[in-house]
């Protein structure tokens, strides 16, 4: 059974930071491609970010670039999103997702096998 916990959201006024963490548990973890993808009220998930297994490939989401970082540390079993310079068009659920076959991070929601619970992102103005 594969587990994905998510943990850093929260409320932070425009402007700000936040690191969200995403801790996998109960397979091995280096071989992943670890995404994020965020949900806002109304509106389809959306791709965020993603990582292949070695760390070194990375790709975001054209409204994210520059502003947020994915990592991970595969010793710890965990993917970080940095987010910085947040915008309230940020606000959203923020989920953590894995996919265990894959070798090229995909932007699609359904190219991902185990997803995370969410936690919560607001950005105020």
């Known amino acids: 059974q594969v587990q994905l916990v998510e943990s850093g959201g929260g409320l932070v006024q425009a402007g700000g930071s936040l690191r969200l963490s995403c801790v996998i548990v109960g397979r091995t973890f280096s071989t992943y491609v670890m995404g994020w993808f965020r949900q806002a009220p109304g509106k389809s998930r959306e791709f965020v970010a993603a990582i292949r297994g070695s760390g070194v490939t990375t790709s975001y989401a054209d409204s994210v670039k520059g502003r947020f970082t994915i990592s991970r540390d595969n010793a710890k079993n965990t993917v970080y999103l940095q987010m910085n310079i947040l915008k309230p068009e940020d606000t959203a659920v923020y989920y953590c997702?894995?996919?265990?076959?894959?070798?090229?991070?995909?932007?699609?929601?359904?190219?991902?096998?185990?997803w995370g619970q969410g936690t919560q992102v607001t950005v105020s103005s």
């Open positions: 997702a894995a996919d265990s076959s894959g070798i090229i991070p995909s932007k699609d929601v359904a190219g991902y096998d185990y």
